[in-house]
């Protein structure tokens, strides 16, 4: 009987044995086919990924070079690359067109940093107001003004605004306003500034300083008496030939006491001359193209403001461009927050006003906030070729260069496979549609970087946004791409 029972127990482990070893079979299964989308540039199964909440930290990341794909597709931004480096004459224009993490400039001020340093500083290029606007922007420059301001944002509904190149129409009714513009950082002190405006009205007058105007008018005369001991309200105005109910309504009487020591004000018609002073700005007289008003200068500014034109009912701002005499990067950056290429997409006017830059890359970095209302990449892609549409419509002669959005979790532990799939998605068609590409979502790790990147220090608690340092890693490897691509373009000439 024990035998019998023993043979049972060893019999029952034997089958446990076996459903354990079972088990980490299939868990080895499922592990490789979580492996297999980061082999293969993010070839991502949404529904098996999305389902599952599996530890993914311990899965091997794979970094691939860092580099532009299609690089073919922006040959001629490279060949000016190699002109100006060479001849060390003119400037090239970059524009960096995204959401929250572009609004900010932590990454793109990495990028233009490293740029310039290596091509020269052409000038700081596209900035905006955003503080008037109550929302955050880039820090190194300061605006202020002592006018109100309404805004309306691209990513609001539309309505009559007039939403142009910086995502954000900034409209006062004032008539007497000033934004004074400070630029913090001797780098981005400037030679030009560029006013851009709906339909480029003139609504706008700039000057440089404000002189004191100095004039003497009429005025009340003033008469003041000391109390002294004995003195009644009565003695007083018999003095000064007044009434004791006028000496009382001047000093804020409710009686007729009143205390040795303290001082009366006494009412008088007689008038005095007084000096008066105001401030007043001395407006400089502004040129015009198609696409801006803009004023230039040999002494580099640091200071500058900008006034209402008289004539206009109202003036709306849709950016500013500070440029200097230099050779070399102007690195624009255009972002707001929240922002996805559908928001742009609706006002035709910031396509219109790309040309008041003169563009000659526009890099697209935009696919975070789509993701998180679980757009399809069917139509993301879409939105993207309807962009990059509108972006050739205004035949600058610009080439594309597509960013890939940056990995992140839904509820902090589920991978986001929607940037996965549109990654890929944009690398699938770069040759087609004849954009290069920059796989920022490969270099940060692909659908099991986040957690690394939040360990890091690289990303918020959210495993959404970026850290200052996540965003300015983004922005060494994107200046990074971009010099090897250079590279590689001036090593094919020689």
Known sequence: MMARKSRSIQVTASILKMKCQMRNKLFLVLILLF???QMHAQVVDSTLVETDSVEVDTIPIIIPENGIQNPMAISAFLEKLYKLEKNHSGKINIVHIGDSHIQADLMTNRVRESLQAFFGNGGRGFIFPHSLAKTNGSWDVKFTSNGSWENHRIVSSVNVSK???SGIALTSRNDDFAIELNAKEQDNFFNTIKIITPDNEDTFNIATAKRTISFESNVPKSITHKIKNGEA???????YNVSIAQLKKANGLKNDRIRAGKTLKIPSNEMQKKKIERSE??????????????YVTQERLDKIYLLPNKTANNCTLNGIVIENNDPGIIYHNIGVNGAKLSDYNKYPMFFEQLKALQPDLIVVALGTNESFDKMKSEDY???LELFMQNVRKQETGTEILVATPSPSMFRRKIPNVYVADYAQKILNVAAENNYAVW???AQLGGLY???RNYRQGFMAGDRVHYSKAGYEKQGD???????ATFRNYKNSKQ
């Open 233 to 239: 309200l009565s003695i007083i105005a018999d003095k």
């Open 381 to 383: 892609m879409i939105q």
């Open 477 to 483: 490897l994107l200046s990074d791409a971009i010099l």
């Open 163 to 165: 939403v142009g190149l």
């Open 449 to 451: 970087g986040v957690t």
């Open 281 to 294: 700005f001395i407006p400089l007289p502004l040129l015009a193209d198609d696409d801006s008003h803009f």
């Open 439 to 441: 796989d920022m979502y």
């Open 35 to 37: 492996s297999l989308p």
